[in-house]
């Protein structure tokens, strides 16, 4: 094995640095991740704290407030019983405390008192009054019109509200001195409300009723929503039945959304309780809590874990509230691992583009040492190659003080303009498939399958001879340029130019599977290139070129033809005539391109073509359909579909020896839709003469041409 002294220097070089690139990515790496883990750690316990000193500030005038009122009642100070007294009084609460959502007050005959902050910041108050039959309503709204089911006014109603049976009572029987109740949905307005309820007595002990602040604990979802945490961390809470409580959320509708979970009770009324971890709709948070429930945990302390869900790392932080607080609440927080991972994958970018830096420096300055010797060998290797393939356009100017390297250079430069002359006169793909087998050329030729275009220029000999030789090769050139640019661009081979004329083939000596359709777009496009260049020319006041083509397909021997000493890469044989002479029927028909039946079967599902007539050309003795070309497929103007048409159905009872029919439609042809259609007019004289001499009952459509 040989390797170059280039290779051996940017190698040795562009290794030591990757080995010590990679050496400090992966130190970087080990020590950043467990710096970041640390930092990451204790900015999660620094927002835990900052959620749960939130929480405390914002629940905890409701302790004060329900003992200054336990007081108070308890001393015979307010009379929670007189709605006259004390509706004043717990609006006074409200009012003076905006944290604060409603004051209730409720007896063990099921009596209360409710008052209440409405979503305008107004108070609406109601006492509820239990009779044998009935509960009486007495509303008071500070604003009216808020809330107009209930206006104020008294009503009694069969059913109502009985405070007996509600959390925050139940949960106030359970203290003297007062406690939070469970987290629960309020029934009127679908809030969720948390309550700080203790059971009130007499100087007598006498047990006069529950009394309880309300505190919406919707906030603490919209305080969520303000923390950032990393780029896309989150914080919760639950509660003791590990129910979620509280997520980051913009608005009321995104917590009835994330929080609420509607359901019907067995009454049939529908109503409100929270998700749990196993149908909360953000999984990633139920799993962070269900992970969290089933760790074994002494008093589930604070604890930071990691684990997986979808294919995706998480960090979480675990938080339980003080005990002495009794909030029965939990503070979580919950990260994606490449939210903070993404400083390490930074830093080690740093360190990698910082390498790569170093890299490339060891590759210039191994370039540097070695260009010396090895480049301007190196550039010729590749000036070799490039003649290989024939592509003979580079120009590289190769600067060295060895003279042996110069001299291959000249030679160099010199093949390259002999074989630039060279490539003028043979086909280029030919040339760069024998240097690809490595072959020298050899007079041999097979039989395949392939498409040969013929080209010719109407009236050439007239024109010719109304212009100069040095005016003919002036217009002939750019057209000649043209036509081949336009060929080579589609895949095919020019063969030869025999004085106006053109003949290319597809299929050889590249095989192509969609020969005969890539051989239709290039007539096209050649057809449309001679129109425009024709327009040019008038423009010009010089004589117009009006190009006639003919297509055909089949198998033809393709090959070197000539002697040992000069050979014709070219194809021959029945095919390659008939392409010829299709040519040629342009003229007859008055049409520009003509392919024979062979070419549009192969080529139909991507061409808009006519048939034109089934015909024997001279040299040949059996018929062949041929069709006038028109468009690529889906391209044909409204008017030449039309055309189509009706040709198609005269010719089919033209054939079909129905000249009658057929006189009448090539006859509306040319009187209503396109009346210089010369082959309309053909097939019109046809049905004419023969129904006066009709031809032979084995007449078979054939028209024989007698001519080239």
Same mark, same amino acid.
């Given at each position: 094995?040989?390797?170059?002294?280039?290779?051996?220097?940017?190698?040795?070089?562009?290794?030591?640095?990757?080995?010590?690139?990679?050496?400090?990515?992966?130190?970087?790496?080990?020590?950043?991740?467990?710096?970041?883990?640390?930092?990451?750690?204790?900015?999660?316990?620094?927002?835990?704290?900052?959620?749960?000193?939130?929480?405390?500030?914002?629940?905890?005038?409701?302790?004060?407030?329900?003992?200054?009122?336990?007081?108070?009642?308890?001393?015979?100070?307010?009379?929670?019983?007189?709605?006259?007294?004390?509706?004043?009084?717990?609006?006074?609460?409200?009012?003076?405390?905006?944290?604060?959502?409603?004051?209730?007050?409720?007896?063990?005959?099921? #009596?209360?008192?409710?008052?209440?902050?409405?979503?305008?910041?107004?108070?609406?108050?109601?006492?509820?009054?239990?009779?044998?039959?009935?509960?009486?309503?007495?509303?008071?709204?500070?604003?009216?019109?808020?809330?107009?089911?209930?206006? #104020?006014?008294?009503?009694?109603?069969?059913?109502?509200?009985?405070?007996?049976?509600?959390?925050?009572?139940?949960?106030?029987?359970?203290?003297?001195?007062?406690?939070?109740?469970?987290?629960?949905?309020?029934?009127?307005?679908?809030?969720?409300?948390?309550?700080?309820?203790?059971?009130?007595?007499?100087?007598?002990?006498?047990?006069?009723?529950?009394?309880?602040?309300?505190?919406?604990?919707?906030?603490?979802?919209?305080?969520?929503?303000?923390?950032?945490?990393?780029?896309?961390?989150?914080?919760?809470?639950?509660?003791?039945?590990?129910?979620?409580?509280?997520?980051?959320?913009?608005?009321?509708?995104?917590?009835?959304?994330?929080?609420?979970?509607?359901?019907?009770?067995?009454?049939?009324?529908?109503?409100?309780?929270?998700?749990?971890?196993?149908?909360?709709?953000?999984?990633?948070?139920?799993?962070?809590?269900?992970?969290?429930?089933?760790?074994?945990?002494?008093?589930?302390?604070?604890?930071?874990?990691?684990?997986?869900?979808?294919?995706?790392?998480?960090?979480?932080?675990?938080?339980?509230?003080?005990?002495?607080?009794?909030? #029965?609440?939990?503070?979580?927080?919950?990260?994606?691992?490449?939210?903070?991972?993404?400083?390490?994958?930074?830093?080690?970018?740093?360190?990698?583009?910082?390498?790569?830096?170093?890299?490339?420096?060891?590759?210039?300055?191994?370039?540097?040492?070695?260009?010396?010797?090895?480049?301007?060998?190196?550039?010729?290797?590749?000036?070799?190659?490039?003649?290989?393939?024939?592509?003979?356009?580079?120009?590289?100017?190769?600067?060295?003080?060895?003279?042996?390297?110069?001299?291959?250079?000249?030679?160099?430069?010199?093949?390259?303009?002999?074989?630039?002359?060279?490539?003028?006169?043979?086909?280029?793909?030919?040339?760069?498939?024998?240097?690809?087998?490595?072959?020298?050329?050899?007079?041999?030729?097979?039989?395949?399958?392939?498409?040969?275009?013929?080209?010719?220029?109407?009236?050439?000999?007239?024109?010719?001879?109304?212009?100069?030789?040095?005016?003919?090769?002036?217009?002939?050139?750019?057209?000649?340029?043209?036509?081949?640019?336009?060929?080579?661009?589609?895949?095919?081979?020019?063969?030869?130019?025999?004085?106006?004329?053109?003949?290319?083939?597809?299929?050889?000596?590249?095989?192509?599977?969609?020969?005969?359709?890539?051989?239709?777009?290039?007539?096209?496009?050649?057809?449309?290139?001679?129109?425009?260049?024709?327009?040019?020319?008038?423009?010009?006041?010089?004589?117009?070129?009006?190009?006639?083509?003919?297509?055909?397909?089949?198998?033809?021997?393709?090959?070197?033809?000539?002697?040992?000493?000069?050979?014709?890469?070219?194809?021959?044989?029945?095919?390659?005539?008939?392409?010829?002479?299709?040519?040629?029927?342009?003229?007859?028909?008055?049409?520009?391109?003509?392919?024979?039946?062979?070419?549009?079967?192969?080529?139909?599902?991507?061409?808009?073509?006519?048939?034109?007539?089934?015909?024997?050309?001279?040299?040949?003795?059996?018929?062949?359909?041929?069709?006038?070309?028109?468009?690529?497929?889906?391209?044909?103007?409204?008017?030449?579909?039309?055309?189509?048409?009706?040709?198609?159905?005269?010719?089919?009872?033209?054939?079909?020896?129905?000249?009658?029919?057929?006189?009448?439609?090539?006859?509306?042809?040319?009187?209503?839709?396109?009346?210089?259609?010369?082959?309309?007019?053909?097939?019109?004289?046809?049905?004419?003469?023969?129904?006066?001499?009709?031809?032979?009952?084995?007449?078979?459509?054939?028209?024989?041409?007698?001519?080239?």
């Amino acid at each position: 094995m040989k390797i170059s002294v280039r290779f051996n220097i940017v190698f040795i070089l562009v290794t030591l640095i990757i080995i010590t690139g990679v050496t400090i990515v992966f130190i970087s790496y080990l020590g950043s991740k467990n710096s970041v883990y640390f930092l990451v750690e204790n900015m999660l316990k620094e927002v835990a704290k900052t959620v749960t000193n939130e929480t405390v500030n914002y629940l905890n005038n409701a302790p004060r407030a329900s003992q200054i009122t336990n007081f108070l009642i308890s001393n015979d100070m307010v009379d929670p019983d007189n709605f006259e007294i004390a509706e004043p009084y717990f609006k006074k609460i409200l009012k003076s405390n905006k944290e604060l959502s409603s004051c209730l007050w409720g007896t063990p005959q099921g #009596n209360s008192i409710v008052v209440r902050r409405m979503i305008d910041d107004t108070i609406s108050s109601r006492l509820n009054t239990m009779t044998k039959n009935s509960v009486i309503y007495t509303w008071l709204h500070e604003n009216p019109e808020y809330f107009k089911t209930f206006k #104020n006014d008294t009503v009694s109603l069969k059913k109502g509200y009985d405070a007996r049976k509600r959390t925050w009572y139940k949960d106030g029987l359970k203290s003297k001195d007062g406690q939070w109740t469970d987290l629960y949905v309020s029934t009127t307005d679908k809030n969720m409300m948390f309550g700080y309820a203790v059971s009130i007595f007499d100087n007598k002990n006498k047990f006069l009723g529950v009394y309880s602040i309300g505190i919406s604990f919707f906030r603490m979802s919209y305080f969520l929503n303000t923390l950032k945490i990393g780029k896309s961390g989150k914080a919760f809470m639950f509660n003791n039945k590990y129910e979620i409580v509280a997520l980051p959320v913009k608005d009321e509708n995104e917590i009835f959304d994330k929080l609420m979970n509607k359901y019907t009770d067995e009454k049939g009324v529908e109503n409100y309780k929270f998700f749990n971890a196993d149908d909360v709709k953000e999984k990633e948070i139920g799993e962070a809590i269900k992970i969290y429930k089933n760790k074994d945990i002494k008093d589930k302390s604070s604890i930071l874990y990691t684990f997986t869900f979808d294919d995706k790392k998480y960090l979480s932080l675990i938080t339980p509230f003080p005990a002495d607080l009794s909030f #029965n609440l939990t503070a979580g927080i919950l990260i994606p691992e490449e939210d903070i991972m993404y400083l390490i994958y930074r830093n080690n970018i740093i360190v990698i583009i910082f390498s790569i830096f170093f890299i490339l420096l060891s590759i210039a300055t191994g370039f540097v040492i070695s260009k010396s010797i090895s480049g301007p060998l190196k550039m010729l290797a590749g000036e070799a190659d490039k003649i290989r393939e024939l592509n003979l356009s580079s120009d590289v100017k190769i600067k060295t003080y060895l003279t042996e390297i110069n001299i291959i250079n000249n030679s160099f430069e010199n093949m390259k303009k002999g074989l630039k002359s060279f490539k003028k006169y043979v086909p280029g793909d030919l040339v760069v498939q024998l240097m690809k087998m490595q072959k020298e050329a050899v007079i041999e030729g097979k039989k395949t399958d392939i498409t040969i275009l013929f080209s010719d220029i109407e009236n050439f000999t007239g024109i010719s001879e109304k212009l100069k030789p040095e005016e003919l090769m002036e217009n002939l050139t750019p057209y000649f340029k043209g036509m081949s640019s336009t060929i080579h661009e589609n895949k095919g081979t020019v063969d030869k130019f025999i004085g106006d004329a053109i003949m290319a083939f597809w299929g050889a000596p590249i095989d192509i599977q969609d020969h005969a359709v890539c051989a239709c777009r290039a007539a096209l496009q050649c057809s449309r290139f001679s129109i425009e260049l024709a327009k040019r020319y008038k423009d010009q006041n010089k004589l117009a070129f009006n190009t006639r083509i003919g297509v055909n397909t089949g198998e033809a021997t393709v090959g070197n033809m000539g002697y040992e000493e000069r050979l014709n890469y070219t194809a021959i044989g029945d095919n390659v005539n008939l392409a010829s002479r299709l040519e040629g029927l342009n003229k007859f028909y008055a049409t520009n391109i003509i392919i024979s039946e062979f070419t549009f079967e192969k080529a139909k599902e991507y061409i808009e073509a006519r048939i034109l007539d089934i015909v024997t050309v001279k040299g040949r003795t059996h018929g062949v359909k041929i069709y006038e070309l028109l468009s690529e497929k889906g391209n044909l103007v409204q008017e030449k579909q039309k055309l189509i048409n009706f040709y198609n159905e005269g010719i089919k009872y033209y054939l079909s020896g129905n000249w009658n029919e057929a006189k009448k439609i090539f006859t509306e042809i040319i009187n209503n839709i396109t009346p210089l259609d010369k082959p309309s007019k053909i097939m019109l004289s046809r049905c004419s003469e023969y129904l006066i001499n009709p031809p032979d009952k084995e007449w078979d459509g054939i028209y024989i041409h007698k001519e080239k």
